[in-house]
């Protein structure tokens, strides 16, 4: 499975950002995909992550700004990120899973590269 990470940039705070990540190859495999940032000097952190029926998982400190959802037929999941702050500066990995793996508790089998999420003045 190959993920393709794209969409991110320079948005100012309180601004929108979406990002998307298309998956190519065995994607029948695919039970859970989300994404993971990384921002300098942080731990990496699970942002989001969305089974294929829908359920879906947030961290706190995303909650209510940030939206995960997922085209199946397309093989695409999506991040729209609203009212961004500069605290959600950071890089932003795609991930994909074989199981049902809301809350990353097992290593996911399957990263994208990372696009950047800049929020700043």
């Known amino acids: 499975v190959q993920l393709q990470a794209s969409g991110g940039g320079l948005v100012q705070p309180g601004g929108s950002l979406r990002l998307s990540c298309a998956a190519s190859?065995?994607?029948?495999?695919?039970?859970?995909m989300g994404w993971y940032r990384q921002a300098p000097g942080k731990q990496r952190e699970l942002v989001a992550a969305?089974?294929?029926?829908?359920?879906?998982n947030y961290a706190d400190s995303v909650k209510g700004r940030f939206t995960i959802s997922r085209d199946n037929a397309k093989n695409t999941v999506y991040l729209q990120m609203n009212s961004l702050k500069p605290e959600d500066t950071a890089v932003y990995y795609c991930?994909?899973?074989?199981?049902?793996?809301?809350?990353?508790?097992?290593?996911?089998?399957?990263w994208g590269q990372g696009t950047l999420v800049t929020v700043s003045s």
């Open positions: 190859g065995s994607t029948l495999r695919i039970a859970t």
């Open positions: 969305i089974t294929s029926g829908g359920s879906t």
């Open positions: 991930i994909a899973d074989g199981t049902r793996n809301l809350y990353g508790l097992r290593t996911y089998d399957y």
